[in-house]
């Protein structure tokens, strides 16, 4: 019983590996970036997502992106410095379409599309002997963490892309 148990494990991180491909989590990216396309098809390529980032010393951001029609229409901006994440606002503030970017703060002005390639071109090809490559998908199997963290680093050194939700 134990050897099947194994077996199956290592059939699922065989899964999960690049074994041949030219990026980290190939085949689990692949099987997102399709999942993506279905349903941004499905809701006219319109919908907002989240992406937080947080320190050990309790600063925080949260970025909220909206798109219409395949192009990003808003960015909302907050931050803060207590581990609970509405209390005691650093910053706020909101760029519509004709000012978008016009803040240095906040997370990138971009699609969903953009977050699955610049997790393919600069996270997944990252060396796997010197970084922690993480990618994860949420219950409908988009995108939710993409990440590398540099082998011994020990705080804050996480880079890459988070989404910690996505509405249609």
């Not at 074994?19 to 399709?34: K, L, P, R």
């Not at 919908?47 to 992106?65: A, C, D, K, P």
């Not at 071109?121 to 540099?150: H, M, S, W």
Request: contains cysteine.
């Amino acid at each position: 019983m134990n050897h099947f148990y194994t077996v199956m494990i290592f059939i699922f991180s065989a899964g999960l590996c690049a074994c041949g491909e030219e990026i980290a989590y190939g085949t689990a990216f692949e099987n997102s970036q399709q999942a993506w396309s279905s349903a941004k098809a499905e809701n006219n390529a319109s919908y907002r997502y989240e992406s937080e980032i947080s320190s050990f010393t309790g600063y925080g951001e949260l970025t909220v992106i909206t798109v219409a029609d395949d192009d990003v229409v808003r960015r909302r901006f907050a931050s803060y410095e207590d581990l609970d994440f509405r209390a005691n606002r650093l910053e706020a503030w909101t760029e519509e379409a004709n000012e978008l970017g016009s803040h240095l703060n906040g997370g990138p002005v971009l699609t969903i599309d953009a977050l699955y390639a610049r997790c393919r071109a600069e996270i997944l090809t990252v060396d796997p002997d010197e970084n922690e490559i993480i990618f994860t998908v949420n219950q409908r199997g988009l995108l939710d963490k993409c990440t590398y963290v540099p082998k011994g680093c020990v705080d804050d050194c996480e880079e890459g892309v988070r989404i910690s939700a996505i509405d249609f």
